[in-house]
């Protein structure tokens, strides 16, 4: 039985990869018995010839090659459609994440929370960046109806029971923490360090985060009577007016397609 699946979207990190995974091991291997899903957004190095490499060097680690670039969110999904794991543990891939603390994320799924997110200490993002995360959590806390004080990372643990009703979810456009928080309110949340980018740039650039944020309010649905509500209209008006249409080169019309599996 596994105990825990590890969920890294992988994008131009081949640099980074084999000492991600090294890392993870060694934090890990004496306390859990686990698997790492890869997921190769289509990365424009040699991401996924060094995933396949992994996978002959870790017996418990698997590769997933997308078709095209999907995007973060549309790729952590087609990791979570794969996984095994009681507890689900999603990652980046460049380093930021300690994994000594993905330990520290499952003791709080165990004590019974079915999420638990990460609070960042000492961020190593740039500035402009550590803003627009800023005025999305003000933005997302009034559309999803977040805890202001829960920071939405991309660091973080749910159960196997809010995995599989996430899953559940078939449409193109993705927000995975919008899928989580409507299913629970039984929220953890712990302070880990930020560290700073193993090697090479972020891939994050302010298009993909305009993007992400697009796609958190195309898909979020508008409920009647709430501030929220007048809110999510208006920012619907504007996404598919402008932001939309400026972020976005195509539509793919599926969630992802995978083209290859270790």
Not at 19 to 30: F, G, N
Not at 88 to 101: F, G, T
Not at 148 to 172: A, D, H, L, Q, R
Not at 196 to 220: A, D, E, H, P, Q
Request: hydrophobic letters at 40%; glycine letters at 4%.
């Amino acid at each position: 039985m596994i105990d825990i699946s590890i969920v890294i979207p992988v994008y131009n990190s081949s640099e980074i990869l084999s000492e991600l995974v090294k890392k993870i091991y060694q934090s890990i291997k004496d306390d859990f018995n686990f698997e790492i899903i890869l997921i190769n957004d289509k990365s424009a190095d040699n991401s996924w010839d060094k995933i396949k490499e992994l996978t002959f060097k870790y017996k418990n680690l698997q590769g997933i090659n997308l078709e095209q670039n999907y995007g973060q969110h549309n790729a952590i999904m087609a990791g979570l459609n794969n996984v095994k794991g009681k507890y689900i543990v999603m990652m980046d891939d460049d380093l930021q994440h300690p994994p000594e603390n993905i330990k520290d994320i499952v003791a709080k799924l165990k004590e019974g929370n079915e999420v638990c997110y990460v609070k960042y200490i000492n961020r190593k993002h740039a500035k402009w960046k550590i803003f627009v995360s800023w005025l999305n959590n003000i933005i997302s806390s009034l559309l999803i109806s977040k805890p202001i004080g829960v920071y939405t990372s991309s660091f973080k643990g749910i159960t196997k029971s809010i995995k599989n009703e996430i899953i559940k979810y078939k449409k193109p456009q993705v927000f995975i923490d919008w899928l989580i928080l409507r299913e629970t309110k039984k929220i953890s949340t712990i302070n880990v360090h930020h560290l700073k980018r193993y090697s090479g740039k972020t891939n994050y650039s302010f298009k993909k985060l305009m993007l992400l944020w697009s796609n958190m309010v195309i898909i979020i649905p508008v409920l009647p009577f709430r501030f929220s509500s007048i809110f999510l209209i208006i920012s619907k008006i504007i996404v598919k007016t402008f932001i939309y249409r400026l972020v976005r080169e195509k539509n793919p019309m599926e969630q992802y397609i995978i083209k290859e599996k270790t």
